[in-house]
């Protein structure tokens, strides 16, 4: 089978194409035919090693993780309540950019026949990151909340799910004045330029100068030490990724959250483990809101697998619009429409 597998770390030309031997689904696993792949900002860290998170300790050749959506076509020992022929989404820490992929049963979700595939990847990770982030943070009804990177992959669907979750006024943060429109066009109240200095005023004024009561941080560095300074009364800081802050995640002194502040962390895979039930819930949830098409999943590309490397460039360098997708061509349920 076709595979992406990168041998050392380094730029996007460092992820090759190869013939690999197909993977056999171990104890507890399946085997999923990949349809549509998508391709985060955290895989462009690892392909660089510069990803913060201890869990990503690699041996070469190695291929990337990411969300997969397909059917499974072997179950391996052990493993009830799935079957070869059931269509799946799973995301995964490795073996994504390929044809097939052996995941562990437990993590791998339905997927309904009649959701397009490419917007199926929404499901394994960035719309429970989504979710998960603002359950973390326990968001009220009428709540402020400030979205970080909300012109991204995770941050496109954050800002639609915060609307849907009765957030009170919802305020965007993105890089571009293009892409702060874009998250207005998403049903953010406010949109900030977090490229300009003063942009922690822009966010302060747009709170009517109480400041936010959560924030969902992807970026980290001085963005996320900034933010400690906008939270208001019992406001909570949910930090789940570094995009803009490499491995300098500052530290942070006990004497910044003593008036009344909070600073937390989000993981998917440490959330998946503890809370299935939540996962398995959120996924539910925002499949039912996808094929109502009360969220969308913004695709900005759609690409073939071997493609990867331009996928990964795009990310780097910032140009995207929610998420980029590959497709194996093997698929027969994707229609590869973008929203
Ligand atoms: N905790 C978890 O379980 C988990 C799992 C997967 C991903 N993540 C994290 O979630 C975040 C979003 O992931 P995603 O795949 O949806 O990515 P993405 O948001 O599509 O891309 C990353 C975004 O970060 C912003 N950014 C800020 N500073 C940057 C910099 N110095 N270089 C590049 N981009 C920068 C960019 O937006 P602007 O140009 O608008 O600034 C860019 O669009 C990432 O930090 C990722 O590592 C966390």
């Not at 044809?99 to 009649?114: F, G, H, I, Q, S």
């Not at 942070?252 to 299935?276: D, N, Q, Y």
Request: glycine share 14%.
């Amino acid at each position: 089978m076709r595979a992406v597998r990168i041998h050392e770390y380094g730029g996007p030309e460092v992820l090759r194409t190869e013939e690999v031997p197909m993977p056999e689904p171990g104890p507890g696993q399946v085997l999923i035919a990949a349809e549509a792949v998508s391709v985060g900002f955290a895989q462009t860290q690892m392909r660089r090693n510069i990803f913060p998170a201890p869990m990503w300790r690699p041996e070469f050749p190695v291929t990337l993780g990411g969300d997969v959506i397909g059917d499974v076509v072997a179950v391996g020992p052990g493993v009830t309540g799935i079957a070869a022929g059931d269509r799946v989404g799973a995301f995964t820490l490795h073996g994504a950019y390929a044809e097939y992929v052996a995941v562990d049963a437990d993590t791998v979700l339905p997927v309904p026949a009649e959701l397009d595939a490419v917007q199926a990847t929404a499901l394994p990770a960035p719309g429970p990151i989504a979710m998960g982030t603002m359950g973390t943070a326990a968001l009220a009804a009428g709540e402020s909340v400030l979205v970080h990177a909300a012109s991204g992959g995770i941050g496109h669907l954050a800002v639609q799910l915060a609307r849907l979750a009765g957030a009170g006024t919802v305020i965007a943060t993105a890089g571009t004045p293009e892409k702060c429109a874009y998250a207005r066009s998403l049903g953010a109240d406010a949109a900030v330029d977090y490229s300009r200095a003063d942009w922690p005023d822009a966010v302060r004024e747009a709170t009517g100068g109480r400041g936010v009561d959560v924030i969902l941080d992807s970026v980290g560095g001085d963005v996320l030490r900034q933010g400690i300074g906008l939270l208001a009364p019992f406001g909570r800081l949910v930090f789940y990724g570094s995009a803009g802050g490499g491995l300098g995640i500052p530290s942070v002194s006990p004497m910044e959250l003593i008036g009344m502040r909070f600073l937390t962390g989000f993981a998917l895979s440490a959330w998946r483990s503890a809370r299935p039930d939540r996962y398995r819930a959120d996924h539910d949830a925002l499949t039912e809101q996808l094929l109502a098409g009360t969220v969308r999943q913004t695709v900005h590309a759609v690409l073939p697998l071997e493609d990867v490397g331009k996928a990964h460039e795009i990310i780097e360098s910032r140009a995207h619009l929610g998420r980029i997708v590959l497709l194996t061509g093997r698929g027969t349920r994707t229609t590869g429409r973008t929203a």
